[in-house]
Structure formats: structure tokens, C-alpha cells
């Protein structure tokens, strides 16, 4: 074998796309005599050497120095596998916010095509309780309903807890002990919750969810059907400006809440009223509350003495929403999370967003 020969010509410096876009044709070092490219018909070069190389200037980023792809995805699936594998959720947990997910889907094509397929105003009748597995789910499946004929923001509303220790079923059990054991299973306070979330049904859906280690968002991408981490760790504002209440019925309301209101009104010291937004959907109402800050309320009135929203799937959900995002849920006088349930069905007024919005309401109700 020849030797390798040493030029004096300059090496050409090509770039990978270069090297395999130019038209140069590159000749290797060659003996006298050699019957290399003989009978080819081409003209030889000696000593003319050529050198495809990386240009360092296009090459790929170490790994570790190269930041997130906005194509480098994270779904819901990956996301709960994640926290199984680092053990924050065990394999049932997993399968059940999964089987949460997969049923919002399903609920928002239907909300999608409800207008097309003439299913607004149908309602079923179905057993709203089961008895197996390792943990209650408690589920408002739509929320906002009544806004679905005029295409306004719905959502599904869950909490997850664990079983009651108290509660045991035993293969024997009749249909009425078995669902009297259910309700003495469902009827915990907030505080026992394990994860809560909601999906809202809007120009986009979104997946909202807490395992109790913050607040994390979701979209959903109709390319691919899949659930996208969009938000991590979301915080609501400490305060806010903006109230979400149902003036409609103010006339209704206890005299400390429209003082309360009134004081909303007032230009107070930044020279600027706080400002009015109501959709009349909870999910609707509390998610742009969670983001901008402000506070969300359903007092009680002259007609619902006790407000119109079910404290097990409706204000222990948000409210445990809330305070991992840091914000709070009161009745207007104590913590919703540890008012303990007396039916599944038990309503309760409701406040809930920005702490010391919050906490303002909370004392105009305990003023004398």
C-alpha cells in the first residue's frame, strides 16, 4: 500500500451540506503509474486533497447546553408516568386521572357537536355511583351547562380521595348498605382530597391538575388528541382587580356583602374601580381568576341560604385548586377545605382566588 503523501495545497473546508451539494470532484493522492480512474475518460489531479468537515459554526449543541424544543412535547401520559416513577402517585392513580382525561375528551367533542347533533338540553339517567377500586372519585361532568346553547365556556369539574377507613364492604352487602357505605366513603372533607382538577371546554380545552405538588396545565392538541403541558407550577396573584360575582342578585344579599361590593366600586387609592367579569360558569369564572388574580364569589342569598355550589365536587375541588396555586377558599368564614361534609349533595357559599382578596371579603362578613 502507498504511503500517504503530504501536499502543500491548501485542505478545502467544507460543510456537510457543501461537501454533498458542491460539484467538486475530489481526487485521492495517487502513485506514478497508477491505473486508478484509467479508462474513465477523466483528467487526473495528483496530489489534490480534499476534506469534508463539520462546521463548527452549524454543528449540534451538547445535549445538556441545548435548551427545549417548542416540538419537545410533554403530555399528560409522560407527565403521570413521571410522577409514578418518582413515586409522588402509585399505578392506580395514574390510571385513574388517565381515565379522567379520556372522558374530557370525550365530553368536549360532545360539547363540540352538541349544536350539530341536537343534543343540547338531553339529559340521561345513569347510577352516579360504583364500588371497586382504591379511590373515590367525586365528578361534576358539566359545569355551565345552561351556557352550552350559546357556545360559552363549560368544564368538568374532579376530586380524588382516598377510601374512609371506617368504610368496609363486605361481599355480602345489599344494594342500600353498599351505597350508605358510599356515602359515609364520599362525605370527607376537602382536606383529605389526594388530587382535584377540572377541564375547561373553550376556544381551547384545557386540562387543569393538581396531585398536590402544585398547579399544572394542559392543552389539548387536536393534531395529535393528546393533552399538552402549556403551564408548571401556575401561582395565583396575591391580589387581583377583577370580581367575578353574579350581580344579578344583589338585592338579595346580606347587607355586609353589599357594603363589600360596594367597596369593589370605588376608585379607592390607585384611582381605578376593580373590574366586573362573570361568564356564570365556575370553571369558566375561576380559571381566569387563577391567572390574572382577583376573586370569585356565590354568597348565599334570601333563596339559597346556603349558595347554590355543592361543597364535595364543586368548592373543595377549586379551593384545594387554589391553595396549591396559592390562593384560598372560604365560605366567607372559614376555610372550605375543612368543612366536614354532612350529604353528598351539601351546598355552600363560596370565595375563592387571590389571598387577600379573600381575606378582604372575609372581613367586611365578620364586621359587626
Excluded at 54 to 64: C, F, G, H, L, Q
Excluded at 80 to 99: F, H
Excluded at 106 to 112: M, R
Excluded at 294 to 320: H, W
Amino acid at each position: 500500500m502507498a504511503a500517504a503523501t503530504t501536499t502543500t495545497s491548501r485542505p478545502l473546508l467544507l460543510s456537510r451540506q457543501q461537501a454533498a451539494a458542491s460539484s467538486l470532484q475530489c481526487r485521492l493522492p495517487r502513485r506514478p503509474g497508477s491505473s486508478l480512474f484509467a479508462g474513465q475518460g477523466q483528467a487526473s489531479t495528483p496530489n489534490v486533497r480534499c476534506m469534508a468537515v463539520v462546521d463548527t459554526a452549524s454543528a449540534p449543541a451538547p445535549a445538556a447546553a441545548r435548551k427545549r424544543s417548542s416540538y419537545d412535547m410533554i403530555t399528560l401520559t409522560t407527565w403521570l408516568l413521571k410522577q409514578e416513577q418518582e413515586g409522588v402517585i402509585d399505578n392506580e392513580m395514574t390510571i385513574v386521572l388517565s381515565s379522567i382525561s379520556t372522558a374530557c375528551k370525550q365530553i368536549a367533542s360532545l360539547v363540540q357537536r352538541a349544536p350539530i347533533s341536537n343534543l343540547t338540553g338531553v339529559q340521561g339517567a345513569t347510577n352516579v355511583q360504583s364500588y371497586s377500586g382504591n379511590y373515590i372519585v367525586v365528578f361534576d361532568p358539566l359545569d355551565g351547562s345552561s351556557n352550552i346553547d350559546a357556545a360559552v365556556s363549560t368544564g368538568s369539574i374532579f376530586g380524588i380521595y382516598s377510601p374512609s377507613d371506617e368504610c368496609h364492604i363486605g361481599d355480602d352487602a345489599t344494594l342500600d348498605e353498599v351505597t350508605q357505605m358510599c356515602i359515609v366513603n364520599v362525605c370527607q372533607p376537602g382536606s383529605n382530597l389526594l388530587a382535584a382538577g377540572y377541564c375547561m371546554y373553550s376556544s381551547s380545552v384545557i386540562f387543569v391538575l393538581t396531585i398536590g405538588t402544585g398547579v399544572y396545565v394542559f392543552t389539548l392538541d387536536p393534531m395529535y388528541g393528546e393533552f399538552v403541558l402549556t403551564q408548571e407550577k401556575v401561582q395565583i396573584p396575591k391580589s387581583g382587580k377583577i370580581y367575578s360575582f353574579n350581580e344579578g342578585n344583589y338585592a338579595l344579599w346580606d347587607d355586609k356583602l353589599k357594603k363589600y361590593m360596594d367597596s369593589l366600586k370605588e376608585p379607592g387609592t390607585s384611582g381605578k374601580p376593580y373590574s366586573a367579569r362573570y361568564i356564570g360558569s365556575l370553571v369558566g369564572d375561576f380559571h381566569r381568576t387563577m391567572l390574572y388574580g382577583g376573586i370569585y364569589g356565590y354568597p348565599s342569598d334570601q333563596k339559597s341560604k346556603n349558595g347554590k355550589l355543592r361543597l364535595l365536587y364543586e368548592c373543595a375541588p377549586m379551593s384545594f385548586i387554589a391553595e396549591q396555586a396559592g390562593g384560598k377558599g372560604s365560605d366567607g368564614h372559614q376555610r372550605v377545605l375543612d368543612i366536614m361534609p354532612t350529604a353528598v349533595h351539601q351546598r355552600v357559599p363560596l370565595y375563592v382566588g387571590s389571598v387577600e382578596e379573600v381575606e378582604k371579603v372575609e372581613k367586611f362578613l365578620s364586621s359587626e
